[in-house]
């Protein structure tokens, strides 16, 4: 078949004004690039006219996340397309984290999930506030929380730390987990990518895990077209297209590889799927998950 040309959900991507001002990231060495305005006219131009009918925005470790979602929803009310689902970010193992996610409630309608980055990588820096939240019973407490009110818990971890994800996920099969960038595969060595196979196989076996597939490019030096196929398949071949989705972690993955780019590797790769397994990766599979 032709690659795939319909309509498309992005499951990750961000947005942020005033980048340097609202997260202090973006004013680090090596993000210079990154610390302009981005918003939705740079994002349509990004998508090489690809036919985007909804996004989930995702929050990016701004310093006051209740004032970050208020802006994603009125992005949404502006831009309908954009932001129909609202992933925004809270401390998950705060006593208080009931009322945190009443008050973001009231401030994004249409919040779908959290993301508290967890992720650690051994000699690089992390977002993460602790290098041990997965294992924090407070931490679990908070997923439940996420469960009890049907929120998507969106997980940015390493593969070595996939272990103590799943454990948590058994104990909530009610949460909704969807893994970000594909698991975070570190492709420079064998060592590296066989972690992340062993990781993303157990993940596969628990019916509440999900994956967006997005990043692959920045985790492959020297990435391929051809290169990037093996994952691709193995991601489709472990988890379904029904618990797999597209996103272009715009502007991130931009710096790296264009959004439209990065699109066309994907949909190769996934070519010779039915027409409705490629609409699954590349539309359906977020509407369901994010409720959209």
């Known amino acids: 078949m032709p690659s795939y040309r319909g309509p498309v959900v992005d499951a990750h991507h961000h947005f ?3 980048g340097r001002e609202t997260i202090a990231w973006l004013a680090g060495a090596g993000s210079e690039a990154l610390a302009d305005d981005y918003r939705p006219a740079d994002y349509r131009a990004a998508t090489g006219g690809l036919d985007v ?3 989930v925005w995702i929050e990016a470790v701004a310093r006051d ?12 009310r502006s831009e309908p397309r954009m932001a129909k689902a609202i992933v925004a970010h809270a401390p998950l193992d705060t006593p208080d ?6 008050r973001l409630a009231d401030a994004a309608p249409q919040l779908a999930g959290i993301r508290d980055i967890v992720a650690v990588r051994p000699g690089h820096p992390s977002f993460a506030r602790a290098p041990d939240l997965l294992r924090r019973p407070a931490f679990a407490a908070g997923l439940a929380e996420l469960a009890r009110r049907g929120l998507v818990f969106d997980a940015m971890l390493e593969p070595w ?9 058994r104990r909530l099969p ?4 969807v893994i970000e960038h594909a698991g975070s595969p570190d492709f420079a060595s064998e060592e ?27 985790r492959m030096p020297g990435w391929t077209d051809a290169g990037l196929v093996e994952p691709i398949r193995d991601l489709v071949d472990w988890f379904g297209p029904t618990r ?10 931009d710096r790296t590889v264009p959004f439209a780019r990065a699109f066309d590797s994907f949909a190769e790769a996934v070519s010779d799927l039915s027409e409705q397994e490629q609409a699954a990766l590349f539309h359906d599979t977020t509407r369901r998950l994010y409720r959209i």
């Open 97 to 102: 984290i009931a009322d945190r996610l009443d």
């Open 174 to 177: 009610d949460l909704q987990i």
């Open 192 to 218: 590296g990518a066989q972690l992340w196979r062993d990781a993303m196989r157990a993940a596969a076996a628990l019916p509440n895990v999900a994956v967006k597939i997005s990043a692959l490019h920045c």
């Open 53 to 55: 009918v909804a996004t």
């Open 161 to 169: 730390q996939m272990a103590d994800a799943l454990a948590l996920a």
């Open 16 to 18: 942020w004004r005033r």
């Open 244 to 253: 797999l989705a597209f996103a272009s972690d715009f502007p991130v993955h």
């Open 65 to 76: 996340p209740l004032a970050e979602a208020r802006e994603a929803a009125e992005l949404h």
